[in-house]
């Protein structure tokens, strides 16, 4: 909608999926999510079962658009459109969540680091449909993190980092990172290498930073790629320290 209000869309047929039964249910058990392609953003942003098993959603999805915004928009919506700043797209490939599409000819589920192609390109074929998305549990002892930049409140994220990490024997026992902005498509990049077996200090996050000297974020007319690597230092530093923070609090 966004899109044809700027005419940049100007479809001959619209379908309207809104009635299509049985996309708008969430479920938690065992500490997985599944989330139907029709539940709406605030729908997500405000479930207590599912922040209490990953309130990296909570975070990350008030993150996404406005409140009015979220009330109409879909998970399915936001992560079939794919858009650059797109919050949803960042966790659900830091959260390792999969996702479930569907032709009247088949249905496949693909893993969201191979969904998110580049801006507003996905593995969805043109008669493919997003019906669900699943998260899996979380391991116990993990906390996350995420940290965005925006011109203005709550706008589209310039920048914007998400982290997880576990602890386990008082250190940490894995970890991901995920940079949203820095690349065409959500970029994980490994740091468990970096992190796995020690306490998650000062230090260590700078080792982490370190890794982002070759960083090459695209430049547009928003920010250039050299501001969006300083942002992603930033935020990078912010989201693990929280991440770390977060998971002793579980642990404690
Ligand atoms: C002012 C404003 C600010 C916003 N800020 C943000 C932001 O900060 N972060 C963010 O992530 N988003 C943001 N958005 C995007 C918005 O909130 C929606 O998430 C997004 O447009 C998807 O909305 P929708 O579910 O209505 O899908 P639509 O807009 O109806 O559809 C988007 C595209 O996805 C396709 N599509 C929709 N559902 C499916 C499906 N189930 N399967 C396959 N294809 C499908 C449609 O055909 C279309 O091509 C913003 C929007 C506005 C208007």
Same mark, same amino acid.
Not at 40 to 58: F, K, S, Y
Not at 93 to 108: D, E, H, Y
Not at 172 to 198: E, F, K, N, Q, Y
């Given at each position: =909608?966004?899109? =044809?209000?700027?005419?940049?869309?100007? @479809?001959?047929?619209?379908? !309207?999926?809104?009635?299509?039964?049985? *996309?708008?249910?969430? /479920?938690? !058990?065992?500490?997985?999510?599944?989330?139907? +392609?029709?539940?709406?953003?605030?729908?997500?942003?405000?479930?207590?079962?599912?922040? +209490?098993?990953?309130?990296?959603?909570?975070?990350?999805?008030?993150?996404?658009?406005?409140?009015?915004?979220?009330?109409?928009? %879909?998970?399915?919506?936001?992560?079939?459109?794919?858009?650059?700043?797109?919050?949803?797209?960042? %966790?659900?490939?830091?959260?390792?969540?999969?996702?479930?599409?569907?032709?009247?000819?088949?249905?496949?589920?693909?893993?969201?680091?191979? $969904? $998110?192609?580049? @801006?507003?390109?996905?593995?969805?074929?043109?008669?493919?449909?997003? &019906?669900?998305?699943?998260?899996?549990?979380? @391991?116990?002892? &993990?906390? $996350?993190? $995420?940290?965005?930049?925006?011109?203005?409140?709550?706008?589209?994220?310039?920048?914007?980092?998400?982290? /997880?990490?576990?602890?386990?024997?008082?250190?940490?026992?894995?970890?991901?990172?995920?940079? *949203?902005?820095?690349? @065409?498509?959500?970029?994980?990049?490994?740091?468990?290498?970096?992190?796995?077996?020690?306490?998650?200090?000062? +230090? +260590?996050?700078?080792?982490?930073?370190? /890794?982002?000297?070759? *960083?090459?974020?695209?430049?547009?007319?928003?920010?250039?790629?050299?501001?969006?690597?300083?942002?992603?230092?930033?935020?990078?530093?912010?989201? *693990?320290?929280?991440?770390?923070?977060?998971?002793?609090?579980?642990?404690?």
């Amino acid at each position: =909608m966004p899109r =044809m209000r700027l005419r940049v869309e100007k @479809p001959a047929t619209i379908i !309207d999926i809104n009635r299509v039964v049985g *996309l708008d249910g969430i /479920s938690v !058990d065992a500490g997985a999510v599944t989330v139907g +392609a029709l539940v709406r953003q605030q729908t997500l942003v405000t479930h207590d079962g599912v922040a +209490a098993v990953h309130p990296l959603l909570r975070e990350a999805g008030s993150y996404a658009g406005f409140h009015t915004t979220r009330h109409r928009g %879909t998970v399915g919506g936001s992560i079939a459109f794919a858009a650059p700043w797109a919050e949803l797209a960042a %966790t659900t490939t830091l959260l390792g969540a999969t996702i479930t599409v569907r032709s009247t000819k088949a249905q496949r589920t693909l893993a969201a680091s191979d $969904f $998110f192609l580049g @801006p507003n390109q996905t593995a969805l074929a043109a008669d493919e449909l997003v &019906t669900e998305v699943q998260f899996p549990p979380a @391991p116990a002892g &993990t906390g $996350f993190g $995420f940290h965005e930049a925006s011109p203005r409140y709550r706008d589209y994220a310039t920048a914007a980092a998400a982290a /997880s990490i576990t602890i386990a024997d008082g250190v940490c026992s894995s970890a991901a990172w995920v940079l *949203l902005r820095a690349a @065409p498509a959500p970029l994980s990049i490994d740091v468990a290498s970096t992190l796995v077996g020690r306490v998650v200090d000062d +230090a +260590a996050i700078e080792n982490v930073v370190q /890794s982002l000297a070759g *960083l090459d974020p695209p430049t547009d007319i928003e920010a250039s790629g050299a501001h969006r690597r300083r942002l992603a230092v930033t935020l990078t530093r912010r989201a *693990l320290a929280d991440a770390w923070a977060n998971a002793q609090e579980a642990v404690a």
